[in-house]
């Protein structure tokens, strides 16, 4: 794994951008649209209140932007590149339930309604993953998505991540129940060659 942190990306429509404070609201005005936030966050359900209010936010995106140029975070705001508008975010984490001993990541993503189903989140994905299998020399990601949050899951299988047979139950912040999850694996070689 080569740390080489949250460096500039430039696809055909896109500047994936390491983040700054000035976009922080706008991301979290889209992260508080109901129909992002649900199938995204994870966060305990304790914390639920504070997510809402702006107020109370501020003061975490702001520790977080204290650490947007660490060498460890792979985090990026996601900006059109002919409006420079704000569409989204996208980031890649180590797994922390990861058991195996290489380090294995995690990915997340949302994007604005606004700007959903015109393939902005596959090109900002593709380019994401680019990087970290090809320059940091990541090996795997494992991550999962929602059985009902196809829009999600068919990113991923566009890019080549294979569908584990087995499904989990995620507790969603924003949702009473338990829901059921895909699991979807890649590594590196087979990014590489179903990609590129
Ligand atoms: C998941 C998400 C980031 C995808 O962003 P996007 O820019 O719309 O993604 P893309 O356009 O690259 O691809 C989405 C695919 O899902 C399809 N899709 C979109 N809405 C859909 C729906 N309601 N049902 C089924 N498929 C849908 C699109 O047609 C597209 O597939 P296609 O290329 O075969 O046509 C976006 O839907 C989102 O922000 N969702 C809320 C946050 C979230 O759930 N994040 C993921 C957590 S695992």
């Known amino acids: 794994m080569k740390l080489k942190g949250s460096q ?16 922080q609201k706008r991301l979290w005005e889209i992260l508080m649209i109901d129909d992002v936030k649900k199938y995204y966050l994870t966060v305990p359900i304790k914390f639920k209140n504070k997510l809402i209010d702006w107020n109370l936010q501020e003061k975490y995106y702001k520790t977080k932007i204290e ?9 990026w705001s996601i900006f059109l590149k ?12 180590i797994n922390i339930d990861n058991q195996s001993s290489i380090d294995v990541y995690d990915v997340g993503w949302y994007i604005d309604p606004l700007y959903q189903s015109m393939g902005y989140c596959t ?6 993953l680019y990087y970290m299998f090809a320059e940091c020399d990541i090996k795997k990601i494992i991550t999962s998505a929602a059985v009902c949050n196809s829009s999600s899951w068919k990113v991923m299988e566009k890019l080549g991540f294979i569908r584990e047979k087995k499904t989990r139950k995620v507790q969603y912040t924003f949702l009473d129940e338990l829901t059921e999850v895909y699991i979807y694996t890649i590594d590196k070689e087979r990014f590489l060659s179903f990609n590129f």
């Open 8 to 23: 500039k990306i430039e696809t055909e429509r896109l500047f994936l951008m390491p983040q700054t404070i000035k976009e």
């Open 67 to 75: 650490h947007a140029n660490d060498k460890d975070v792979f985090c």
């Open 82 to 93: 002919d409006t420079d508008k704000c569409i989204g975010q996208i980031d890649c984490h």
């Open 123 to 128: 090109e900002a994905a593709r380019a994401m």
